[in-house]
């Protein structure tokens, strides 16, 4: 029996095509290199990524999409928000993820994940969802997403299963609120994304930022990378 609300994928969720100047989805050379982009993110990490994708019942063509357009699959250092790696996760957020998994998910994070967790960022055994990290607990953190590319994974896969279940609505949960709120942040998503909005209806939205709209072409438009991938399997 599933832990979790079932997450139902459509690709292409919406007609149009990720656009930036000249750079286009839709171009047969952006197609190619997109496509090996993932084919070697997958190559390199589809280990991590089959295995915390079974553990939080995620699907590899949504954290291949994810790490694609985060990271292009580049370890990348920390940036001006703080956000690193393959997932770009912050501080923060890992913080925001351990603590408050309960009350958002509505379970206990598994044995599995806890112990894993904790073996890599032992003072999360002490963290308290009502005090703030410390700088000493956001370095550990920092450290451990900078220099274990397994944890970035794990912690990003946890911290959209975690979304998942905080947006879910009518026994549904939908990937489009999680994609800009994995961008954007949860708390200044939560009230912009209430029910099941469609995708299309996402990306209309101003008070969403930009860059948080963009998730939704370049992962659910038109050879976007979950339409991709999926194209590649049949």
């Known amino acids: 029996m ?3 609300t079932k997450v139902n994928i459509k690709v292409p969720d919406v007609n149009r095509t990720y656009v930036s100047g000249a750079y286009n989805y839709s171009k047969p050379e952006v197609i190619t290199a997109n496509k090996a982009m993932m084919d070697k993110i997958y190559k ?11 553990e939080f019942e995620i699907d590899d063509s949504v954290l291949v999409g994810f790490i694609a357009t985060e990271s292009g699959g580049i370890n990348a250092p920390p940036n001006r928000y703080n956000a690193t790696g393959l997932m770009q996760m912050t501080p923060d957020a890992v913080w ?4 408050k998994w309960d009350k ?3 379970s ?3 044995k599995t994940a806890l112990s894993y967790f904790n073996r890599i960022i032992p003072s999360s055994k002490k963290y ?9 607990v956001k370095a550990e953190i920092s450290n451990a997403l900078k220099n274990n590319s397994e944890f970035n994974i794990a912690i990003g896969t946890a911290c959209i299963r975690w979304l998942l279940e905080a947006f879910r609505s009518d026994g549904k949960t939908e990937l489009n609120k999680v994609m800009v709120s994995y961008n954007a942040g949860y708390y200044s998503m939560r009230n912009l994304v209430k029910g099941n909005p469609t995708s299309e209806s996402l990306l209309k939205n101003k008070k969403i930022p930009l860059e948080s709209r963009s998730y939704l072409l370049k992962m659910l438009g038109v050879n976007g ?6 194209q590649n399997k049949k």
Do not use: R
């Open 96 to 99: 925001e993820t351990i603590v």
């Open 2 to 4: 599933s832990k979790y």
């Open 104 to 106: 958002m998910v509505g």
């Open 44 to 54: 390199q990490y589809g280990t991590f990524i089959n295995k915390w994708g079974i």
């Open 108 to 110: 206990a994070l598994s």
């Open 225 to 230: 990378f979950m339409d991709l991938w999926f």
């Open 128 to 136: 308290d969802p009502n005090v703030l990290p410390s700088s000493a």
